[in-house]
């Protein structure tokens, strides 16, 4: 399997290479993924070039690639796609897989932001 990744910023080449399939059919499988994540990107080139260093440490690492549900929801969360998430990234999602009353919510989304990801948010999990 091989797909043309966006191009660096550089203007450099980047090509996603996997092989060792059992079959044609897991191949195209494998290559529609990678394709439907990049997808989710849209024109945003950052998110895109995000999405294309977060397939080409997947396939680094001999992992699986990684659920569209969960890169989709990492998008619209705007929070990092590679590397190992910050408290801020975590406190992110956690808020918003809350399901208590609005005000509850409010009042904790109101101190995290302001009281714990300035001073606590860059650090790693």
Do not use: C, K
């Not at 091989?2 to 044609?24: A, D, I, K, V």
């Not at 294309?52 to 890169?71: H, N, S, W, Y």
Request: charged share 25%.
């Amino acid at each position: 399997m091989q797909l043309e990744l966006p191009r660096r910023r550089n203007g450099g080449r980047r090509q996603l290479r996997r092989g060792g399939f059992g079959s044609r059919s897991e191949a195209t499988e494998t290559l529609d993924h990678a394709r439907d994540l990049l997808t989710l990107a849209g024109h945003d080139q950052a998110r895109r070039d995000d999405v294309a260093e977060l397939l080409l440490a997947t396939i680094r690492a001999g992992q699986p690639l990684p659920d569209i549900e969960d890169v989709r929801r990492r998008i619209r969360a705007d929070l990092s796609l590679t590397g190992i998430p910050t408290l801020a990234d975590y406190l992110t999602e956690w808020l918003a897989g809350l399901t208590v009353e609005a005000n509850t919510i409010t009042g904790y989304e109101s101190h995290i932001r302001v009281h714990i990801i300035p001073h606590l948010g860059h650090l790693p999990i």
